[in-house]
């Protein structure tokens, strides 16, 4: 058990997520980490925080640096986009996160409801194949 635990997960030697929780339980044989009161950071190829995810639980895969956040989950960009669901994954291979549940998705010109979803870490591409209700609000260049 660790208390305080932050992590940085590194791909190519850039840094690519920070990963935070009050509490880690640490199963080695497994590799895996069941975390209590969780916050990742995720980062660009260039360093720059591209959204913050928080959860009341999750699970990380050491082996694989794939994440589950599970419980109240927020996700928030800079820019103030924002997705609320109760599970989110987040896969290192793809660099997507994705979710089976229902979630909310707004951003400043578009609103999204949906059972499930994929996205990039900045969701500046969010995709449901079940939308309940969305909206996007015309731009300056009329679409």
Known sequence: VLFGMVHNVTVDGLLRARVYADTA????????????GVKVDFFNAEGVL???VTS????????????????DV????PDDRQLTTS????????????????FVFDGPDQHLEGDGFTADPDFTNVVTENP?????????TGR
């Open 25 to 36: 339980h640490f199963y080695q044989g497994a590799q895996v980490a069941e975390l209590v």
């Open 50 to 52: 591209k959204s913050t």
């Open 56 to 71: 009341l639980e999750g699970t990380y895969e050491w082996r694989t640096g794939t994440m589950e956040a599970r419980g």
């Open 74 to 77: 927020l996700a928030v960009t």
């Open 87 to 102: 599970t989110l994954r987040y896969d290192r291979e793809t660099e997507q996160i994705s979710g089976p549940d229902e």
């Open 132 to 140: 309940r209700r969305g909206r996007v609000r015309e731009t300056d």
